[in-house]
């Protein structure tokens, strides 16, 4: 419920804030997890495999995606090899609060977790209250 409260509020910044492209604050980097060390979102307990619900919002309201099996198995695949550094920000000055850009929420059978993009260098993943940036991501696997 956190998840989908943070999707909201940052649904609407994002509407509120006339979808600039402002580059967000960066807090610390706190510790790095990817690949190098065999952490990923897994290891912070989602199964990306199981996709249950995908919504999405751009300065607008929120809408539920139809998301085809081949979609979800790349989604899953992408979702699955993001390298992430968890990233601390000072209130009203997270990824989404301000910044434009567009958000995902992703629902599982065992959770559920927000995927904001800011542009290029600026994409975020949002878990359990928890900002971790998305160190050098592919393209992100769904046209819309």
Excluded: Q
């Amino acid at each position: 419920m956190k998840i989908f409260f943070a999707l909201v509020t940052a649904a609407a910044a994002l509407t509120m804030s006339g979808c600039t492209s402002d580059p967000p604050v960066i807090g610390g980097a706190d510790s790095m997890i990817g690949a190098n060390d065999a952490e990923n979102l897994s290891k912070l307990g989602v199964d990306v495999s199981d996709i249950r619900k995908a919504e999405y919002v751009h300065c607008g309201p929120i809408e539920e995606l139809e998301l085809s099996d081949a979609e979800k198995a790349a989604l899953s695949e992408w979702l699955g090899g993001l390298k992430l550094e968890h990233r601390t920000y000072p209130d009203g000055e997270a990824p989404g609060d301000s910044d434009g850009g567009e958000a995902y929420l992703f629902t599982f059978s065992d959770g559920e977790l927000s995927y904001v993009n800011n542009g290029m260098e600026d994409r975020f993943i949002l878990f359990e209250g928890e900002w971790y940036a998305l160190i050098k991501p592919e393209k992100f696997p769904i046209e819309l």
